[in-house]
């Protein structure tokens, strides 16, 4: 009888009914067809900058930077230019955006989305969809329609599940994206070398069979492999 309560317990907890957060954890999360609705292109953008633009949009849209700092992320040699709240990272390589990081009390995004909106509201916006947790942190990750590498993170307060922050990028989120961006030739240009990437993860082996014979490709933040 114990163990049948116990099971029942189980159950009951990854559906939510006992512990919300069971799902997050045991569930993959799948892009809603009312997210896809939902999702706007603007979204993934900032005042009007968006992935992909240069330096001298950066600073029509936003204005003179306070100031800038090379960086590497996710592997990606970039110039990090930073704002009152706003970072916005441009690849080294390009001169292309391709991270965009908002965070404090003065960012409003649409629908008067802001620091401390509810999931709820978040969701009504954004569309329906499943928390997902990166290096402890939660996160509502939504994906551009037609730019699968093109992504919106609202970070999550812990306890409240409230807004904490937002982050609109292009860069590879995990190991496997990076692999399939250098297979399929990303959009987003170029950034990310053979020996970045390598190192970046660990010597991860990327399966190349799938790419014609010859010199190995560069993965591109924000154009083609090459």
């Given amino acids: 009888m114990m163990k049948k309560i116990g099971t029942s317990l189980a159950v009951l907890a990854c559906l939510n009914i006992i512990a919300p957060a069971c799902s997050d954890s045991i569930f993959a999360p799948v892009p809603t067809e009312a997210a896809k609705v939902l999702l706007q292109d603007s979204d993934f953008g900032y005042k009007g900058l968006r992935l992909g633009d240069g330096v001298d949009r950066m600073k029509d849209a936003l204005g003179e930077p306070l100031y800038d700092k090379d960086q590497t992320m996710q592997g990606v ?10 970072k916005v990272g441009i690849v080294k390589a390009t001169g292309k955006v391709a991270d965009i990081v908002l965070s404090g009390k003065d960012y409003t995004l649409r629908r008067n989305v802001r620091q401390g909106a509810t999931s709820y509201w978040l969701e009504k916006t954004y569309g329906k969809t499943t928390r997902q947790w990166k290096d402890g942190v939660p996160y509502f990750i939504y994906d551009r329609p037609g730019h699968p590498h093109e992504h919106l993170l609202l970070e999550l307060d ?15 989120l995990t190991p496997e994206e990076a692999e399939r961006m250098v297979i399929e030739g ?31 490709p560069h993965l591109r933040i924000g154009g083609k492999a090459e």
Avoid: C, H, N
């Avoid at 070398?193 to 190995?216: C, M, N, V, W």
């Fill in 77 to 86: 040699p970039m110039t990090i230019y930073e704002y009152q709240g706003v």
């Fill in 158 to 172: 812990s306890e409240s599940w409230a807004l904490a922050g937002a982050r609109i990028t292009a860069l590879p």
């Fill in 186 to 216: 990303s959009d987003i240009e170029e950034g990310l070398e053979d020996a970045a990437l390598a190192e970046r993860f660990e010597t991860k082996e990327i399966d190349i069979s799938a790419l014609p014979k010859g010199e190995l």
